[in-house]
């Protein structure tokens, strides 16, 4: 899949897994995932012939209700807003869109696969049409039918990005007129020549320029069916009409979401989701430590608890207590950690000269980061990425404290010593105060000046995510995670001029030169562009000509879960747990 910013904001981590062992074959661990990369030569899977119920899990019972807990605050569950990995994950349990990801195998690999569309769509000669079509009797969580206009309309509202800021932006990039339309709101209604549904069962989506992931793209939940008379724009994540085995009993933001099943749902139409236990409550926004030894003591309602952060450094050795280590499960992730800066405020040899300056080894030791869940990196795309290669441009593999005085000679020669690098911080967490302070140190003592701004966590993400923010480093995305598996979910979204408009930027680049040669890079036949090493070299080239963002680190899951919960595995195209198989031992 895919995709997007990391979903972690507080400084979590991972095990030192060598002396743990990998999670035992009967709690659905990764076993043989527990180290090393992902495969870096995984091309991409379809099965178009999918079909509905799921394939059973062994040994599920129903009953009972998981609670979720976790550090990290979603900022939305708004499907059109949506695109964090959490709240993607999350909201697969109760939103069914066009695709989804079928896992696979012993490794869980993901598989793309119809789900509310008959089929992973059909093309056009011209490659400028896609044509879907749609299951029929799909009916919402309150009984009422699914229609082929909502569908239509759920693309339509994608568009009104000034709402749903935090949202993809490949519809507005690749959409027929895409550029132009401004969502259902405006003065000119919902007419919008990006989509058409000629009929109750067909969705065809007209395009501007050839897309041949949209299949994949599909899988967003802005894909989601939302009747028009439904929409409540703000206020739609609280109660949303679901379509998925789950439904929502109550929202409140930044706090608790809980699920309960849906009577509507019919499983027989999907290929990828049970409805094992009675509901799922998630609290966001704890402090990690002390959820996770509630997780790891697993007494009373705990051992019916997970969360999806990564293990806290400091709890590894617990794990060699008992079969504790049978409560970690491990696995690959898509995802990528950078620390971005604003080119349009920070004059290049200064970017230059903060990375002379930045302390990687000391953030590392005070993150809790480890090699085997955080692994340092020298590029920008992960290594899932079909086609990646390792390169490391000199000084820059998220390794070592830096040099003060190299970067103060750096910026002596560029007449900028003194220069003010500002970004935001959670005051309300331990590790991130910490973290900022070590930056601050390290850049005050290489001649920089520091503007170092505290927000509570539950603000963090609204805050960062504001591309103009008063600040020139750390907006998000911090991180990202591949879309699909290809080179196309990262520089086209990350580098090109329109991704600042579209909240996405990394490094708020606007260089038309570069959008040139992404555009170029883009229309490769994938096949081509793999040959090539296209994507790659390219991502060496940003790195070495524009510097956006340093690199600091791969990730890979390591999350805890109490000792009453199976089927715990992870979601190699998520890096998460896949929430929709779980189910109680002792219900």
Same mark, same amino acid.
């Given at each position: 899949?895919?995709w ?15 002396a743990?062992g990998?999670p ?11 180290g090393?990369?992902t ?5 991409? $899977?379809?099965?178009e ?7 059973e899990?062994?040994?599920?019972k129903?009953g ?9 605050t979603p ?8 695109y ?7 909201q ?32 056009? /000669? ?17 009984g009422?039918?699914?229609? @082929?206009?909502d569908y239509?309309?759920s ?6 990005h000034?709402?749903?800021n935090?949202g993809?932006?490949?519809?507005i990039?690749?959409f027929?007129?895409? /550029? ?12 919008f020549?990006?989509?058409e ?30 009747p028009k008379a439904? /929409?409540?724009?703000?206020a ?10 789950y ?13 309960v ?8 139409t ?7 236990v ?5 609290k ?6 002390k959820?996770?030894?509630? +997780? ?7 051992a019916? @608890? ?5 293990i806290?450094?400091t709890?590894v050795?617990e794990l ?5 280590k049978?409560q ?6 898509t995802c990528?950690?950078?620390?971005p ?14 990375a ?5 080894d000391t ?7 480890t090699?085997?869940a ?41 007449? @900028? ?11 309300d ?12 140190q390290?850049? $005050?003592?290489?001649?920089f000046k520091?503007k170092? +701004? ?5 603000k963090?993400r609204?805050v ?11 907006k ?15 520089a ?17 680049l ?11 890079v883009?229309?490769? /036949?994938?096949e ?7 994507? +790659?070299k ?8 524009y510097?956006? @963002? ?16 199976g ?11 896949e ?9």
């Open positions: 899949m895919q997007k910013r990391i979903t972690a904001v507080s400084a979590t981590v991972m095990l030192a897994a060598v743990c990998s035992s074959s009967n709690n659905g661990g990764t076993g043989g995932d527990s090393g990369q495969n870096a030569t995984q091309t991409k $899977v379809m099965d012939s999918a079909k509905g119920p799921a394939a899990v062994d040994g599920a129903k009972g209700t998981v609670t979720v807990l976790s550090d990290v900022s939305t569950f708004d499907p059109t807003d949506t964090y990995t959490d709240g993607f994950q999350i697969k349990l109760y939103l069914r869109s066009l695709t989804q990801y079928r896992l696979d195998g012993p490794d869980h690999k993901p598989v793309l696969v119809p789900d509310l569309a008959e089929d992973l769509g059909k093309v056009s /000669d011209d490659k400028l049409t896609w044509t879907f079509k749609l299951k029929k009797g799909i009916k919402y969580s309150d009422t039918d699914v229609k @082929a206009e239509a309309y693309i339509k509202r994608s568009f009104a000034d709402l749903y935090n993809p932006g490949y519809q990039q690749y027929l007129d895409g /550029d132009k339309f401004k969502g259902p709101y405006g003065p000119n209604g919902d007419s020549a990006g989509v549904t000629p009929d109750d069962s067909t969705l065809v989506i007209k395009l501007r320029k050839p897309f041949g992931d949209l299949p994949f793209f599909a899988a967003f939940p802005l894909f989601t069916p939302i439904k /929409d409540t724009k703000d739609y994540q609280s109660k949303p009409l679901a379509t998925g085995p439904m929502v009993q109550s929202l409140n933001p930044g706090a608790e979401l809980k699920l099943k849906n009577p509507n749902w019919d499983p027989n999907d290929p990828v989701r049970h409805q094992y009675d509901g799922f409550n998630f966001f926004g704890l402090d990690t430590l959820i996770q030894n509630q +997780i790891l003591a697993s007494t009373g309602p705990d019916s @608890a997970m969360t999806y952060s990564n806290d450094a709890l050795p060699n207590n008992g079969n504790k049978d970690l499960i491990q696995g690959p992730a990528n950690r950078m620390f800066m604003d080119t349009r405020k920070i004059p290049l040899p200064v970017r230059k000269a903060i002379a300056a930045y302390p990687y953030e590392r030791k005070v993150a809790g980061w090699s085997l955080e692994p340092a990196t020298s590029t920008y795309m992960s290594p899932s990425v079909p086609g990646w290669e390792n390169y490391e441009v000199p000084g820059l593999n998220g390794k070592g404290d830096g040099d003060p005085a190299k970067a103060k000679q750096m910026l002596e020669e560029a007449n @900028a010593v003194g220069f003010e690098v500002s970004w935001y911080y959670s005051n967490q331990k590790i991130a105060t910490t973290r900022s302070q070590v930056r601050e390290a850049l $005050v003592k290489a001649g520091v170092a +701004i505290g927000v509570p966590t539950a963090i609204e960062t995510g504001d591309q103009n923010a008063p600040v020139n480093t750390l998000s995305p911090v991180g990202w995670c591949s879309d699909w598996p290809s080179g196309s979910s990262w086209p979204v990350l580098f090109r001029s329109d991704a600042i408009e579209l909240g996405n930027s990394v490094g708020q606007t260089d038309k030169a570069l959008d040139a040669e992404i555009d170029k883009n229309q490769l /036949d994938p081509e562009a793999l040959k090539t090493k296209a994507w +790659i390219l991502d060496k080239k940003i790195m070495e000509e510097l956006p @963002a340093l690199p600091i680190y791969q990730s890979r899951s390591a999350f805890l879960v109490g000792t009453n919960i089927h715990p595995i992870n979601d190699p195209s998520q890096g998460l747990p929430f929709t198989s779980l189910f109680l031992k002792q219900p």
